[in-house]
């Protein structure tokens, strides 16, 4: 966005100054190079409240008309290109205003009536989370269905589910896969109430104290798709819950696609093998021509730590504030802007990125079976012939010390001895050491065994439905 910096406009509080502001405080004061993003908020609200102006005739019809009209002109204006911003303009708001009065002459000049910057960048700030909450929530759903095409995919195949990055237990990798969804089906729920967190409309607050006029603010309100203008003014101008609101659930989303990142880049390291990520979402080294690195995972997770840092910011500025509006508050859009940025980038890039993931089952069965990840099942299976746990424990763990001392495998243990540790190994014993047969026995709700996960993958199948409906319906 080109900000001109001439100072050539009077501005509109100079009334009561001698001395123009100074170039640098000039700098330090405008927001217009970054909140001209508000500009279609800032129209809508400024017709809305318009019109309700005539209709408690404050303004003329025709007066509303032509405000209306020349608001519509500088949004084509802004549409093509063609409008000039300039830096002694301040903000977006002024810029508008000012355009407007250029255009239509006087009457322009009574658009701020009953109205003041302080309930105007709130109530546009308001909108635009409200749309970006919306986008988002329609691109999570991209991601999610990206998830579970992929875990629906992967049935059957068996990893070593990890604990302190050691192998544990094994796991179906639709199951790991599908830990996922849940992460981003939390995050969809968290989305949804900051979404709810804008329905109260600012506008109409005036600078602090309320306006001298009747104004009807719920008319306003209805117009714009608040649900209700907001209780009391000095919190209407100085809330910014909402905006915290949305970093937070921004933020927990970004840890999660930061996890996911994490391991993928894991995952694709020689070391591990388990998966490949498509040469689309990694990049080359200039001095080393076998590398393929994970880049594109690697940036997800630098950016949830801006988006974490994000909402330490706002929060840091607005927690010194008294009430009510305080100038501090401009810059709450650039932690806003950020994030929703980083959040249009991130969530269809690795919703893009997950479906182009080719899993090596081959490898990731290979590292379950070179494992000890059956050594519980193996304790559970003396807990069963009547052993208490707490022995069957010590028990196995011996046997696993045998195991790594004599390089071999728990299934590798003759029959003799097994019993030199316990007289209740039997011969079913080898029936139990198996990668599917362990599976097959987690059947406790939410577990990993495959008729458990079947049904999870069954019930999320539905449950993304509902939040498909329930993302189109926010977008109407
Ligand atoms: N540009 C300001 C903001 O973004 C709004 C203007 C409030 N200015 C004022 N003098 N009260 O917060």
Same mark, same amino acid.
């Given at each position: 966005?080109?900000?001109?910096?001439?100072?050539?406009?009077?501005?509109?509080?100079? %009334?009561?100054?001698?001395?123009?502001?100074?170039?640098?405080?000039?700098?330090?004061?405008?927001?217009?190079? *970054?909140?001209?993003?508000?500009?279609?908020?800032?129209?809508?609200?400024?017709?809305?409240?318009?019109?309700?102006?005539?209709?408690? %005739?404050?303004?003329?019809?025709?007066?509303?008309?032509?405000?209306?009209? #020349?608001?519509?002109?500088?949004?084509?204006?802004? +549409?093509?290109?063609?409008?000039?911003?300039?830096?002694?303009?301040?903000?977006?708001?002024?810029?508008?205003?000012?355009?407007?009065?250029?255009?239509? %002459?006087?009457?322009?000049?009574?658009?701020?009536?009953?109205?003041?910057?302080?309930?105007? /960048?709130?109530?546009?700030?308001?909108?635009?989370?409200?749309?970006?909450?919306?986008?988002?929530?329609?691109?999570?759903?991209?991601?999610?269905?990206?998830?579970?095409?992929?875990?629906?995919?992967?049935?059957?195949?068996?990893?070593?589910? *990890?604990?302190?990055?050691?192998?544990?237990?094994?796991?179906?990798?639709? $199951?790991?896969?599908?830990? *996922?969804?849940?992460?981003?089906?939390?995050?969809?729920?968290?989305?949804?109430?900051?979404?709810?967190? &804008?329905?109260?409309?600012?506008?109409? +607050?005036?600078?602090?104290? %309320?306006?001298? *006029?009747?104004?009807?603010?719920?008319?306003?309100?209805?117009?714009? #798709?608040?649900?209700?203008? @907001?209780?009391?003014?000095?919190?209407?101008?100085?809330?910014?819950?909402?905006?915290?609101?949305?970093?937070?659930?921004?933020?927990?989303?970004?840890? $999660?696609?930061?996890?996911?990142?994490?391991?993928?880049?894991?995952?694709?390291?020689?070391?591990?093998?388990?998966?490949?990520?498509?040469?689309?979402?990694?990049?080359?080294?200039?001095?080393?021509?076998?590398?393929?690195?994970?880049?594109?995972?690697?940036?997800?997770? +630098?950016?949830?730590?801006?988006?974490?840092?994000?909402?330490?910011?706002? +929060? /840091?500025?607005?927690?010194?504030?008294?009430?009510?509006?305080?100038?501090?508050?401009?810059?709450?859009?650039?932690?806003?802007?950020?994030?929703?940025?980083?959040?249009?980038?991130?969530?269809?890039?690795?919703?893009?990125? /997950?479906? &182009?993931?080719?899993?090596?089952? @081959?490898?990731?069965?290979?590292?379950?079976?070179?494992?000890?990840?059956?050594?519980?099942?193996?304790?559970?299976?003396?807990? #069963?012939?009547?052993?208490?746990?707490?022995?069957?424990?010590?028990?196995?763990?011996?046997?696993?010390?045998?195991?790594?001392?004599?390089?071999?495998?728990?299934?590798?243990?003759?029959?003799?001895?097994?019993?030199?540790?316990?007289?209740?190994?039997?011969?079913?014993?080898?029936?139990?050491?198996?990668?599917?047969?362990?599976?097959?026995?987690?059947?406790?709700?939410?577990?990993?065994?495959?008729?458990?996960?079947?049904?999870?993958?069954?019930?999320?199948?539905?449950?993304?439905?509902?939040?498909?409906?329930?993302?189109?319906?926010?977008?109407?």
């Amino acid at each position: 966005m080109n900000v001109n910096s001439s100072d050539n406009n009077e501005i509109f509080w100079s %009334g009561r100054f001698e001395k123009p502001p100074h170039e640098l405080f000039q700098q330090l004061n405008a927001s217009i190079t *970054y909140d001209w993003r508000l500009a279609p908020y800032d129209i809508q609200a400024s017709i809305a409240h318009a019109r309700m102006l005539a209709e408690i %005739g404050v303004l003329s019809t025709a007066e509303f008309s032509e405000i209306e009209l #020349g608001l519509g002109q500088i949004m084509a204006e802004m +549409a093509q290109g063609d409008f000039a911003f300039e830096l002694a303009d301040e903000d977006i708001h002024t810029a508008i205003e000012k355009r407007l009065i250029e255009k239509i %002459g006087d009457t322009g000049k009574k658009l701020h009536t009953a109205r003041s910057r302080n309930d105007q /960048v709130a109530t546009d700030l308001a909108m635009f989370i409200r749309d970006q909450c919306r986008r988002h929530l329609s691109d999570l759903i991209g991601l999610m269905e990206a998830v579970h095409i992929q875990a629906a995919a992967a049935k059957g195949a068996i990893l070593p589910g *990890y604990t302190h990055l050691q192998r544990a237990q094994p796991v179906l990798l639709s $199951h790991h896969l599908l830990a *996922y969804f849940e992460m981003f089906a939390r995050d969809f729920a968290r989305l949804q109430r900051a979404l709810e967190a &804008t329905q109260s409309m600012p506008l109409g +607050a005036g600078a602090l104290a %309320g306006t001298n *006029y009747p104004v009807n603010r719920d008319q306003v309100a209805h117009e714009l #798709g608040f649900r209700h203008s @907001g209780a009391n003014s000095l919190d209407d101008v100085s809330n910014r819950d909402f905006a915290l609101d949305y970093l937070a659930a921004a933020s927990n989303l970004c840890i $999660h696609l930061s996890r996911l990142a994490a391991e993928l880049i894991l995952w694709s390291s020689q070391e591990f093998e388990f998966v490949e990520i498509s040469d689309e979402f990694t990049s080359g080294s200039s001095i080393m021509p076998q590398k393929k690195n994970p880049d594109a995972c690697e940036l997800i997770r +630098a950016r949830a730590a801006r988006v974490a840092a994000n909402y330490q910011g706002l +929060a /840091v500025l607005l927690g010194g504030l008294p009430l009510a509006y305080n100038k501090d508050m401009q810059e709450d859009k650039m932690y806003v802007f950020d994030t929703v940025d980083i959040l249009l980038l991130a969530l269809p890039l690795t919703a893009e990125m /997950v479906s &182009t993931l080719k899993f090596n089952a @081959g490898r990731m069965r290979a590292a379950a079976e070179e494992s000890f990840a059956l050594a519980t099942d193996v304790a559970d299976y003396l807990t #069963g012939k009547g052993v208490p746990f707490r022995d069957a424990h010590r028990i196995v763990g011996r046997l696993v010390r045998k195991c790594i001392d004599e390089k071999k495998n728990l299934s590798g243990l003759t029959l003799e001895e097994l019993r030199v540790e316990s007289p209740q190994f039997d011969d079913s014993f080898y029936s139990v050491i198996d990668l599917e047969v362990s599976l097959e026995r987690k059947v406790s709700q939410g577990g990993t065994a495959p008729v458990q996960v079947a049904a999870e993958l069954e019930s999320a199948a539905d449950r993304l439905e509902e939040m498909r409906q329930a993302a189109d319906s926010l977008r109407q």
